[in-house]
């Protein structure tokens, strides 16, 4: 059974930094494509980042310069540094994992910027 495990959302006041964690198990995790993503209250999910499975990566205008997405193949791990937050970055962050036909989502992480 494959099962992706987010962690590490929170309450920051704006400037702050919060990293997420995003545990896999039951998958060849080093074959997977893995992204964060997220949602805020009334808006369509989005794509805030992505790493390859060969470690490439790619991120959204919004977040440029601030987040950086990771991954340990040896612990099955991806992760969200998140820098320099704003409000706007307020809402429930999950990720994903793709390989072929096959995508997978977390649960979620609710992540609240505010002072």
């Known amino acids: 059974q494959v099962q992706l495990v987010e962690s590490g959302g929170g309450l920051v006041q704006p400037g702050g930094s919060l990293r997420l964690s995003c545990a896999t198990s039951?998958?060849?995790?080093?074959?997977?494509?893995m992204g964060w993503y997220r949602q805020a209250p009334g808006k369509q999910r989005e794509l805030v980042a992505a790493v390859t499975s060969s470690g490439s990566t790619n991120y959204a205008d919004s977040v440029k310069g601030r987040f950086t997405i990771s991954r340990d193949n040896a612990k099955k791990t991806v992760y969200l540094q998140m820098n320099s937050l704003k409000s706007e970055d307020t809402a429930v962050y999950y990720c994903?994992?793709?390989?072929?036909?096959?995508?997978?989502w977390g649960q979620g992480t609710q992540v609240t910027v505010s002072s």
């Open positions: 039951g998958l060849i995790f080093r074959l997977y494509g």
């Open positions: 994903r994992a793709d390989f072929r036909i096959n995508q997978y």
